[in-house]
């Protein structure tokens, strides 16, 4: 159960307010033991060399990642002050297919992205446990408005929260256009994952007519509840990258989907005794590369 309310906290600190004046600090020496989010939270360029993703989604980093544009026809950057904007070439590909294709099939004129990776992923000083080697993206549950949205309303306007406070259904702020965006992102083919709340999974499962096989990929977790997250495979081919097993046979609606609404899980009792915080993660933790992605110019 904490992990569970873990994964709702990071993903709501995924779209804070960026406060008025924020800076980061000077980086901290690279050592073995210097906590992994200290040093690449504040890594503000791309290392260079061959582009690759080290390690695991949550555990690893990023070399020589590309820059997902801020602004293109059909898509916006969200938060662009925390330098969350780097992935893999294949993930900003995806972005820029995808979104044009929901500019095509919907009434949103494009999307709203948030949090990629940092310029060499790794752990982050704030928010995810995953986006770390560049190959996840957070899209907004609120349509691209159709003209350009100043600095400060990118960093201050705030997503569209479709799930009920109940937390059982999605609320009045969805629309058969979510179901369509989130249907476009799973059925393309590089993408593995779209992780949702569990209530919009149960408002998938009940609204999709026709051809439901791109269900399979849409699996619930708490949190998630303004934005979707979608995942793609690693590259095939690519060692430094470790890939997570296959999804589970089967839509995952009913039975496996009726786990997450009975009442120990929608509302957790908090533990008598609060569990002691797990050590940060050091640069000694990560894949062994990731010293050299940290350490390049």
């Not at 972005?95 to 099939?105: E, L, P």
């Not at 995952?252 to 797990?278: E, H, S």
Request: hydrophobic share 40%; glycine share 10%; proline share 12%.
């Amino acid at each position: 159960a904490a992990a569970l309310l873990l994964a709702g906290a990071g993903a709501a600190a995924a779209q804070d307010v960026t406060p008025q004046g924020f800076k980061l600090g000077p980086m901290p020496p690279i050592t073995a033991a210097t906590p992994a989010k200290e040093l690449f939270g504040r890594a503000r360029t791309p290392s260079g060399g061959r582009e690759a993703s080290i390690g695991f989604y949550s555990k690893g980093c990023l070399a020589s990642a590309s820059m997902l544009p801020l602004t293109g026809p059909t898509w916006q950057v969200m938060r662009p002050s925390r330098d969350r904007f780097y992935g893999r070439l294949a993930l900003i590909s995806f972005v820029q297919r995808f979104s044009k294709r929901v500019a095509a099939t919907t009434a949103w004129p494009g999307v709203l992205v948030g949090d990629l990776s940092q310029p060499r992923g790794g752990p982050m000083l704030k928010g995810h446990a995953s986006h770390q080697i560049g190959l996840d993206v957070d899209i907004w549950l609120r349509p691209m408005p159709p003209a350009p949205l100043s600095p400060a309303q990118r960093e201050t306007m705030m997503s569209t929260l479709v799930v009920a406070p109940e937390r059982t259904h999605v609320n009045g702020f969805w629309t058969p256009d979510h179901l369509k965006v989130i249907r476009a992102a799973a059925n393309d083919g590089a993408v593995e994952r779209v992780l949702v709340n569990p209530a919009i999974k149960k408002a998938l499962c009940e609204q999709t007519k026709g051809d439901r096989s791109w269900l399979q990929k849409v699996r619930p977790v708490w949190g998630h509840d303004y934005h979707f997250h979608v995942r793609i495979g690693c590259p095939a081919g690519e060692a430094s990258c470790k890939p997570q097993p296959e999804p589970r046979e089967g839509e995952g609606c009913g039975k496996d989907l009726d786990w997450w609404f009975t009442p120990g899980r929608l509302f957790p009792k908090p533990p008598k005794i609060p569990p002691k915080p797990r050590p940060p993660m050091t640069l000694a933790d990560l894949p062994p590369a990731c010293a050299d992605v940290i350490r390049a110019p």
